[in-house]
């Protein structure tokens, strides 16, 4: 990709993600997710009325009189934006790919939670971390992220969004804001999902094409395994092929469905043929 392409790839990216900030997105960030609580700011000593719960042991122990903690509001909340790259996420329609969903979605997410002052970190991964976009603000930072989310190659081609989430776990011990966005092909994210859940308030986010179970009428088709790369001829035009095809289609639907269930992780799927900023937009709303 040319220097120029990329560029002005990154400044549509900018252009639509301002747009959409300014109209609806501004201000439903803020009250969509809590992520800004309370850190210890000082002690002092007790007094009546104060909570016991605030008593500092540690302190009253060594000056051997009664202290509590005093809070004070953290200015910045951190946000994490996890996406899948991997080459299932590339399936062609006629509208746009998996991929390029993601990807404006990554980037109006990133260019919001900047807009209100927050700190924001991006993860790229397959089945492995692919690339990690530290924790920073501004508007340079976004750049950064637009460029990364236009220019990433993956260097693998399977998918294992446990990876990342494995990986948020061992890096980030504060609370934080997690929206991990994939299409969610293949299971085992359950669990770590829910571990997640009990340290950050996590967002799961499934991107899906209807297409990918409404494979034309071909007859014999080489086809091609976008994540293990391999090819098999297959009659497109049998039933039970088409019935494989579906059927995978809906267990993936399924069970995305049945692992956020009633669990304090929220999630939304969008179509790529769809508005799926509208559906972003009326999903944050009903938070606010």
């Known amino acids: 990709m040319e220097i120029q392409e990329l560029i002005q790839k990154i ?13 609806k997105l501004a201000g ?21 009325g104060d909570n016991i719960r605030d008593i500092e042991w540690n302190v009253t122990a060594r000056f051997r009189e009664t202290f509590v903690k005093t809070f004070t509001q953290e200015k910045e909340r ?22 390029d969903v993601a990807r404006e979605i990554g980037a109006a997410l990133a260019f919001s939670a900047l807009d209100s002052q927050d700190q924001v970190g991006v993860i790229l991964y397959s089945d492995k971390i692919e690339r990690l976009i530290p924790m920073a603000r501004g508007k340079a930072h976004f750049w950064r992220i637009a460029k990364e989310l236009v220019a990433v190659s993956p260097a693998s081609k399977a998918t294992d969004s446990t990876c990342a989430l494995e990986f948020l776990l061992k890096s980030n011990t504060k609370s934080s804001v997690v929206f991990l966005v994939s299409d969610f092909v293949g299971g085992g994210y359950e669990r770590a999902s829910q571990v997640v859940a009990q340290q950050h308030e996590l967002v799961a986010i499934r991107v899906f094409n209807e297409q990918e179970a409404e494979v034309p009428r071909l007859g014999w088709m080489r086809m091609l395994d976008a994540e293990s790369g ?18 995978h289609f809906d267990e993936t639907a399924d069970r995305f469905r049945a692992a956020y269930h009633n669990t ?25």
Request: hydrophobic share 35%.
């Open 11 to 23: 400044q549509k990216v900018e252009i639509a993600c301002e747009k959409l900030t300014q109209q």
């Open 28 to 48: 439903l960030f803020n009250s969509s997710f809590h992520g800004r609580g309370w850190s210890i700011d000082s002690v002092r000593k007790y007094e009546v």
């Open 78 to 99: 951190q946000v994490w934006i996890l996406l899948d790259v991997s080459n299932s996420m590339r399936h062609n329609s006629l509208a746009k790919s998996k991929h």
């Open 230 to 247: 391999k090819t098999r001829w297959m009659n497109t035009s049998s039933a039970a092929f088409r019935q494989r095809q579906q059927s």
């Open 264 to 288: 304090a992780v929220r999630h939304l799927s969008v179509s790529t043929p769809g508005n799926y900023m509208e559906s972003l937009i009326h999903f944050l709303q009903r938070k606010a």
